[in-house]
């Protein structure tokens, strides 16, 4: 590590390629082309990895990309609500088994975009765009009265890794209304270089436009320079697809530590306050503490 702060070791500079995926098909189709080249890509991954989850020749840190929802934030419910009323209005599921399902299937709505969940889940792309609305309305009016806090230490995180020169984004696959809205509940607007919502990329989670967006949006030069953070599979498939140099998975979300080093991760940590230490600032604890 150079005097201030930045990485010299640490990247590595295997490049990690993704398959291509058409522009005009719909997320379902681009990810039933691809899936099967994830997991080749995770596999690469993993032998990579030392024993410490770490790569062997890393190259100079400049951007990290943090996911919102389980990552950085902890939502206390909050899909759950905004899905009950998204699937009230546009009559979604009405057994109580069925609705069950579908919940659990919702929850992919923060890390996937809500057009897509709701498309998977209605097969009508008019009561999708009905559904995917109601959403992201309900999920903005309820963050705006509470029901999220920040993962204990990662607004000190994010501000450590911006006071030695590296680029943070936060990502979302929430809608930009619902990202503003977020971000507004826990006083988050200006505290990264930038936030993306799906709606800035294209596409959301497990493909790599939020992380590529990213990287052109702060002026990154290299994939290589940028560690991706997240709490799912879809979080690690989007990382690992943009080629980031570090991929990261944390244990705040709804998964496990296997679970993630199975979709590709490089490391897993318990939370996203420990990734200065993963990424070697140990001697510069506190820096970015308020």
Same mark, same amino acid.
Do not use: C, N
């Given at each position: 590590?150079?005097?201030?702060?930045?990485?010299?070791?640490?990247?590595?500079?295997? /490049?990690?390629?993704?398959?291509?995926? $058409?522009?005009?098909?719909?997320?379902?189709?681009?990810? !039933?082309?691809?899936?099967?080249?994830?997991?080749?890509?995770?596999? %690469?991954?993993?032998?990579?990895?030392? !024993?410490?989850?770490?790569? !062997?020749?890393?190259?100079?840190?400049?951007?990290?990309?943090?996911?919102?929802?389980?990552?950085? =934030?902890?939502?206390?419910?909050?899909?759950? #609500?905004?899905?009950?009323?998204?699937?009230?209005?546009?009559?979604?599921?009405?057994?109580?088994?069925?609705?069950?399902?579908?919940?659990?299937?919702? #929850?992919?709505?923060?890390?996937?975009?809500?057009?897509? %969940?709701?498309?998977? =889940?209605?097969?009508?792309?008019?009561?999708?765009?009905?559904?995917?609305?109601?959403?992201?309305?309900?999920?903005?009016?309820?963050?705006?009265?509470?029901?999220? $806090?920040?993962?204990? $230490?990662?607004?000190?995180?994010? #501000?450590?890794?911006?006071?030695? $020169?590296?680029?943070?984004?936060?990502?979302?696959?929430?809608?930009?209304?619902?990202?503003?809205?977020?971000?507004?509940?826990?006083?988050?607007?200006?505290?990264?270089?930038?936030?993306?919502?799906?709606?800035?990329?294209?596409?959301?989670?497990?493909?790599?436009?939020?992380?590529?967006?990213?990287?052109?949006?702060?002026?990154?030069?290299? %994939?290589?320079?940028?560690?991706?953070?997240?709490?799912?599979?879809?979080?690690?498939?989007?990382?690992?697809?943009?080629?980031?140099?570090?991929?990261?998975?944390?244990? /705040?979300?709804?998964?496990?530590?296997? /679970?993630?080093?199975?979709?590709?991760? !490089?490391?897993?940590?318990?939370?996203?306050?420990?990734?200065?230490?993963?990424?070697?600032?140990?001697?510069?604890?506190?820096?970015?503490?308020?």
């Amino acid at each position: 590590m150079t005097p201030d702060g930045r990485i010299t070791s640490e990247f590595d500079d295997v /490049t990690v390629e993704a398959t291509g995926f $058409g522009t005009e098909s719909t997320d379902d189709e681009d990810w !039933d082309a691809f899936d099967d080249g994830l997991d080749d890509d995770a596999a %690469v991954r993993a032998e990579d990895r030392g !024993d410490d989850g770490r790569d !062997d020749d890393l190259a100079d840190l400049e951007l990290v990309v943090l996911s919102l929802a389980g990552t950085t =934030l902890l939502d206390d419910g909050l899909v759950e #609500r905004a899905f009950e009323r998204a699937a009230d209005a546009a009559g979604i599921a009405p057994a109580p088994a069925a609705r069950q399902d579908a919940l659990d299937f919702a #929850r992919q709505a923060v890390v996937r975009s809500p057009l897509a %969940v709701f498309r998977t =889940l209605t097969g009508d792309d008019d009561q999708a765009q009905h559904a995917a609305a109601v959403f992201s309305s309900a999920y903005a009016d309820i963050a705006a009265v509470g029901g999220l $806090g920040a993962v204990p $230490g990662a607004e000190d995180v994010i #501000r450590l890794l911006r006071a030695t $020169g590296v680029k943070v984004a936060l990502v979302t696959g929430l809608s930009q209304t619902a990202q503003d809205a977020v971000l507004a509940a826990v006083g988050w607007r200006d505290v990264a270089d930038v936030a993306l919502s799906a709606d800035d990329a294209g596409r959301a989670r497990p493909f790599p436009d939020l992380p590529l967006t990213a990287l052109l949006r702060t002026g990154t030069s290299s %994939v290589e320079g940028m560690v991706v953070v997240g709490d799912t599979p879809a979080d690690i498939a989007s990382g690992i697809a943009a080629g980031a140099g570090l991929v990261v998975g944390v244990l /705040t979300g709804a998964h496990d530590e296997r /679970t993630l080093l199975d979709a590709g991760a !490089d490391a897993v940590l318990p939370s996203v306050a420990d990734l200065p230490e993963l990424l070697g600032y140990h001697d510069l604890a506190g820096l970015g503490a308020r």
